[in-house]
C-alpha cells in the first residue's frame, strides 16, 4: 500500500508498506494514540458527525444574537418614547 502523508504545507511524502494493521491518530494537546483500523474509523466518523453538530449550533447561536441584538433595540426605543412622553406632560 502506498500513503501520501503531508509533511508541512505544499509538502507530502510518499511511503509503502506492506501491511496496515494499526494506525496512530494524533488526538491533540501532544497526545497520539495507536488504534486498529476499525477503532480509527469510528472515532473519525464520530468526530465527523460531532463537527457538523458544531456548525449547526454555531448557526443556530448566531441567529440568537442577532435576535438579541434586535430586542435590545427594541426596548431602548420603548424606554426612549416612554421618557418622551413624561417630558411632554
Do not use: P
Request: net charge negative; charged share 30%; aromatic share 8%.
Amino acid at each position: 500500500m502506498e500513503v501520501t502523508h503531508l509533511l508541512s504545507e505544499h509538502v507530502y511524502q510518499r511511503v509503502k508498506t506492506d501491511s496496515l494493521d494499526k494506525v496512530l491518530l494524533w488526538l491533540g494537546s501532544n497526545v497520539m494514540v495507536e488504534f486498529s483500523l476499525s477503532e480509527a474509523r469510528c472515532i473519525l466518523e464520530d468526530n465527523y458527525k460531532t463537527k457538523d453538530g458544531v456548525t449547526r449550533y454555531e448557526k443556530e447561536l448566531a441567529f440568537l444574537k442577532d435576535q438579541i441584538t434586535t430586542t435590545e433595540v427594541n426596548m431602548a426605543h420603548v424606554y426612549n418614547y416612554g421618557i418622551r412622553l413624561r417630558a411632554d406632560r
